[in-house]
């Protein structure tokens, strides 16, 4: 059975943990979309995670906070490589 709840990350406050018996899974919302976790149930992050980076929210600073980026296709440099610094 997959659960999904609402969970503060790192800072961030506004996180989705989606999980099974097997899996974990940590979505951004207050900034991305992007996965800044993902491990086996209570396991490690098998993602980098920037922790400099860890809670911080707006601006137009490229920040590399790590974990899986949400691209779309094509890329376009208008739109592929914005910060994503604001919610969701």
Known sequence: MVEIEKIAY???PNCLKI???II????LTD???RI???SFKGGDNLLYENIEDAGQMG???WRTYGGHRLWHAPEDIKRTYVPDNFPV
């Open 10 to 12: 790192h800072g961030w």
């Open 19 to 21: 999980s099974n018996h």
């Open 24 to 27: 974990e899974l940590i979505v």
């Open 31 to 33: 900034v991305g979309p």
């Open 36 to 38: 800044i976790h993902l």
């Open 59 to 61: 601006g137009n600073k």
